[in-house]
C-alpha cells in the first residue's frame, strides 16, 4: 500500500502513520515524531530517524538534512512499513540543491521548477519502487499550501489550499487520503483508490484498520 495523507497542520497525519503494520521505519522531516511516539505509540515497534539538521547558527541546514534523508532510506529492509512525514518539506529542501548547483537564488519557471521536482523524483522513486518489490507499506504525509493564479495583468492573487504534493508526486501512488477535523469528528477522504473515492469516519479509530476493511 503505496499511500499520500494529505492535511493542514495539526490534523492527524502523523497519528495515523503509527497505526500502520508494525515494525515502522520513520522518517522524520521536523524532528517531531518522538512526541507523537511517546504520547501513543510507546508499546509499538518503531524506528525513528530524525532528518532535520541545523547550522551552528541553529538555521535549517537543508543539504545536511537531504543527505540524512538519502542514509536513512538506505535501511528500511525488515520493516512492515515505512513513514515518511513530510515530504512538501523535502521539495523545499530540493530547491535549496537545486539553487546551489545552478548558482541561483530561486527557481523561477516552470522549467525550473521541473528540474527541482526531478530532485526530490529522484529520491522517492527509488523508495517507492523499493517498497512495492519488497512488499512494504510506504505511508508520506503532505501538508496543504496556498495555491495561487495569475490574472491577466499577470498579478498574483491567493486562490485557495492544495496539497504540497501538487501533481510531481501524486500520479505515483496507490492511494490519496485528505484528512480533515471537522469537530466532533476525523474524517479520512479518499481521492484516489484501487476501489475509487471514499469518505471515512476515523474519529477515535486506526486508518489502516478501516482501510483494510473497506479492501483498499
Given at each position: 500500500m503505496i499511500v499520500i495523507l494529505s492535511k493542514e497542520p495539526g490534523q492527524g497525519g502523523s497519528y495515523q502513520i503509527g497505526t500502520w503494520e508494525e515494525p515502522i521505519f520513520w522518517v522524520d522531516m521536523e524532528n517531531r515524531?518522538?512526541?507523537?511516539?511517546?504520547?501513543?505509540?510507546?508499546?509499538?515497534?518503531?524506528?525513528?530517524?530524525?532528518?532535520?539538521?541545523?547550522?551552528?547558527?541553529?538555521?535549517?541546514?537543508?543539504?545536511?538534512?537531504?543527505?540524512?534523508?538519502?542514509?536513512?532510506?538506505?535501511?528500511?529492509?525488515?520493516?512492515?512499513?515505512?513513514?515518511?512525514?513530510?515530504?512538501?518539506?523535502?521539495?523545499?529542501?530540493?530547491?535549496?540543491?537545486?539553487?546551489?548547483?545552478?548558482?541561483?537564488?530561486?527557481?523561477?519557471?516552470?522549467?525550473?521548477w521541473e528540474e527541482v521536482n526531478e530532485v526530490v523524483r529522484e529520491l522517492l522513486f527509488p523508495l517507492i519502487n523499493q517498497c512495492r518489490v519488497q512488499g512494504l507499506h510506504l505511508v508520506m504525509t503532505a501538508q496543504f499550501k496556498d495555491d495561487y493564479t495569475t490574472n491577466s495583468k499577470g498579478e498574483s492573487n491567493k486562490s485557495g489550499r492544495i496539497p504540497?504534493?501538487?501533481?510531481?508526486?501524486?500520479?505515483?501512488?496507490?492511494?490519496?487520503?485528505?484528512?480533515?477535523?471537522?469537530?466532533?469528528?476525523?474524517?479520512?477522504?479518499?481521492?484516489?483508490?484501487?476501489?475509487?473515492?471514499?469518505?471515512?469516519?476515523?474519529?477515535?479509530?486506526s486508518l489502516y484498520d478501516e482501510l483494510l476493511l473497506l479492501g483498499v
Open positions: 515524531v518522538k512526541r507523537t511516539v511517546d504520547a501513543y505509540y510507546s508499546d509499538k515497534l518503531i524506528t525513528i530517524k530524525q532528518c532535520l539538521a541545523y547550522t551552528k547558527d541553529f538555521k535549517e541546514d537543508h543539504i545536511k538534512t537531504l543527505e540524512n534523508v538519502e542514509d536513512a532510506l538506505k535501511n528500511i529492509s525488515g520493516f512492515a512499513t515505512v513513514g515518511f512525514d513530510g515530504i512538501g518539506d523535502l521539495r523545499d529542501i530540493a530547491h535549496t540543491k537545486w539553487c546551489l548547483k545552478n548558482k541561483r537564488k530561486h527557481a523561477v519557471n516552470p522549467g525550473d504540497s504534493l501538487k501533481e510531481w508526486m501524486s500520479y505515483n501512488v496507490d492511494t490519496l487520503i485528505t484528512l480533515r477535523y471537522e469537530k466532533p469528528k476525523y474524517k479520512a477522504i479518499i481521492t484516489k483508490s484501487l476501489i475509487g473515492c471514499h469518505e471515512l469516519d476515523v474519529t477515535g479509530k
